[in-house]
């Protein structure tokens, strides 16, 4: 017996220094939320595999193409999806990309490509909550574009009425898809199922980012003229209110108790969080320069928040609203996505 449990403590130490499944569950008041941070390295062209207990980037995967922008994991942590947009920002001259690359995490290495058959620009990939689909905004095409992840085919293509769908959001039911136009800065309202534009809401002049409460009530997209964040009624498909900012928005997520959403404030390197019973910033913190999307780890108790100048992500405690550590990633660091490991 003494013997079994000392090869078991060794094993446990050795687990620590390898990086292996064991380092990444994280105990949280009883409960264990075990992953992976992802993270798009627009700079060097790679997905990095980030181990958020050890604080380290523990593998980076070449994407093999110019420049993916955004990833997400499949719902059972073996895949990523990363979408090849191009050389330039959202509606600026450069490079059209026409791929989605597929990574298998524990071999770390490419193993498909969805071609979408011409240039189209794909940007932000969302996995369908209920159907499993694989949802890319394809800005070129004012669309989504719906992907079978099983057999890397297209299924479906939905249009958005707009140019520039940048970012998409979809409700908890898989019903309805929000996109966020970038230049004519509005929102889509998407029936995902009928494949078809419910409405067109008119935000600001220009518009970034897109997230949902986790009542699926609320629309959060950033306005890039103003330090105001838009709120939409998603029952109305109307514009509710605006919440005022310390400086310019960018990403959001909503913690998942639904009690705070987190916006990263690209303007002035720092983090808000909004209390959505008042919708009003109660806690800012001080993060690296150029902060772009934010993920909340499943069981809420630490959110990601990128940090593109400086090629780093800000861990920050969602309990006491301080930055806990700073973790390396690699250049242009954006795109974020948990996958789970068991």
Not at 33 to 38: A, D, I, K, T
Not at 63 to 83: C, I, Q, Y
Not at 256 to 270: C, E, H, M, T, Y
Request: charged residues 20%.
């Amino acid at each position: 017996m003494k013997q079994k449990l000392l090869s078991l403590l060794l094993w446990v130490a050795l687990a620590g220094l390898t990086g292996s499944p064991a380092v990444n569950a994280v105990e949280t008041g009883g409960a264990t939320s075990r992953g992976m941070l992802l993270v798009a390295n627009k700079g060097d062209q790679t997905v990095g595999i980030i181990d958020p207990v050890a604080g380290r980037m523990i593998a980076t995967v070449p994407e093999d193409g110019v420049t993916g922008h955004e990833v997400v994991a499949s719902p059972d942590g073996r895949r990523a999806f990363v979408p090849i947009f191009g050389n330039s920002g959202v509606g600026k001259p450069g490079t059209d990309g026409r791929l989605v690359r597929v990574i298998d995490l524990e071999k770390r290495q490419i193993v498909g490509t969805v071609d979408l058959g011409k240039p189209m620009r794909p940007h932000c990939a969302v996995i369908g909550p209920k159907n499993g689909l694989l949802y890319v905004t394809t800005e070129l095409e004012n669309s989504v574009t719906v992907i079978d992840p099983g057999t890397l085919q297209v299924v479906a293509t939905i249009p958005t009425g707009q140019p520039e769908s940048h970012m998409l959001a979809i409700t908890r039911d898989g019903r309805r898809g929000f996109t966020a136009n970038v230049g004519p800065g509005t929102v889509s309202v998407l029936d995902l199922e009928a494949k078809k534009v419910l409405a067109v809401i008119p935000v600001c002049k220009t518009t970034q980012r897109i997230a949902l409460s986790v009542d699926d009530r609320w629309v959060f997209t950033s306005d890039q003229t103003k330090p105001q964040l838009a709120v939409i009624d998603a029952k109305t498909n109307g514009l509710s209110t605006w919440i005022e900012l310390p400086g310019l928005g960018y990403g959001t997520a909503p913690t998942p108790d639904g009690r705070w959403l987190i916006v990263a404030l690209v303007s002035v390197n720092k983090v808000a969080a909004i209390d959505f019973a008042t919708m009003k910033v109660m806690h800012t913190m001080d993060v690296p320069r150029a902060p772009q999307e934010v993920v909340v780890r499943p069981d809420g108790g630490e959110a990601y928040v990128s940090c593109d100048a400086s090629r780093q992500i800000a861990v920050i405690d969602v309990k006491n609203w301080k930055v806990k550590k700073l973790i390396d990633a690699g250049p242009g660091a954006d795109g974020l996505a948990w996958a789970v490991t068991k």
